[in-house]
């Protein structure tokens, strides 16, 4: 796993210059109230997503009468490289993210060089939040683990745009629609694919967790525990013999009643389950 061995903060929030050089395996934070704790957590995130984790209002990180913010950091990587990345975001919205001296076009290079999850309160929504908090925390481990992810994902969402916008249309024949659908049956099944290798691999590294739990514990390693991964078209019934391009067929009138895509894998979601029961 990458390790943050130097980081340095400008004007974020009341973090008007702060340099540090983190362990590489334990770090705590202690200060008073409104000493900035909160503030280099921030900052750490900026580094490796380019955006908070408490606000997207991004003008009020940066710090009162300055005119941006600055944040840099060295990675240590597994391979023994170091990257050097930054982030610059100024107020008026102007973003410069720089790699190793060179400009770089977008956020998610920030995100493979800096693989960061955020625990807090708000990681209880992977029990009793919506499919969208499981997808994005479980897909953010599919975007570290399969590279190739991200392209493929980009791909189709761009090809759901153009299908939604042909269904909102006032006259449509499906053949219109069936080139578009032949892409997403395809793209559908590689992000399928990915997400159930990672699925795979996630399930067997929580095996190996319950059965190292501490003595206190070992009744919830008894538990049947499982991790579960619904693809988002139909898996149940008669449909589930059907293909997901042949069931986009079938699902033709209803979409365009709808004016969008009512399958595919944007409505995936992850099943977590204890003795056989929904964890919520």
């Not at 600055?70 to 982030?87: M, P, Q, Y």
């Not at 060089?113 to 807090?120: R, S």
């Not at 029990?127 to 479980?138: E, I, W």
């Not at 994902?153 to 249309?169: A, E, F, H, V």
Request: glycine share 6%; hydrophobic share 35%; net charge positive.
């Amino acid at each position: 796993m990458p390790k943050l061995t130097q980081l340095s903060v400008r004007q974020v929030r009341n973090l008007e210059s702060v340099d540090i050089q983190p362990h590489p395996k334990l770090n705590i934070i202690t200060g008073a109230n409104g000493a900035g704790k909160s503030s280099l957590l921030e900052s750490i995130n900026l580094l490796a997503h380019g955006r908070s984790f408490r606000t997207h209002k991004y003008r009020s990180v940066i710090s009162q009468h300055a005119d941006g913010l600055l944040v840099r950091g060295d990675i240590h990587a597994e391979s023994g490289e170091e990257d050097k990345v930054g982030l610059q975001r100024k107020r008026n919205g102007e973003t410069l993210i720089r790699l190793n001296g060179k400009n770089v076009p977008g956020a998610s290079t920030l995100a493979r060089t800096t693989p960061l999850l955020v625990v807090n309160a708000d990681t209880f929504r992977l029990l009793d939040g919506s499919p969208k908090d499981r997808r994005k925390f479980f897909d953010w481990l599919v975007f570290h683990v399969k590279h190739d992810f991200q392209s493929a994902w980009s791909q189709l969402i761009k090809c759901y745009k153009q299908r939604n916008t042909l269904l909102r249309r006032d006259k449509i024949a499906y053949s219109e629609l069936e080139p578009w659908d032949r892409e997403i049956d395809r793209l559908s099944g590689l992000i399928d694919s990915y997400r159930n290798e990672v699925m795979a691999s996630l399930r067997s590294e929580l095996a190996q967790l319950l059965v190292g739990l501490p003595e206190q514990y070992q009744a919830l390693a008894s538990d049947d525990i499982e991790l579960g991964f619904r693809n988002g078209w139909r898996q149940s019934g008669d449909e589930a013999k059907l293909s997901y391009f042949e069931q986009l067929q079938h699902a033709f009138a209803k979409d365009k009643a709808y004016g969008y895509s009512t399958l595919g894998p944007q409505k995936a979601d992850m099943i977590i389950r204890q003795n056989k029961v929904l964890a919520v």
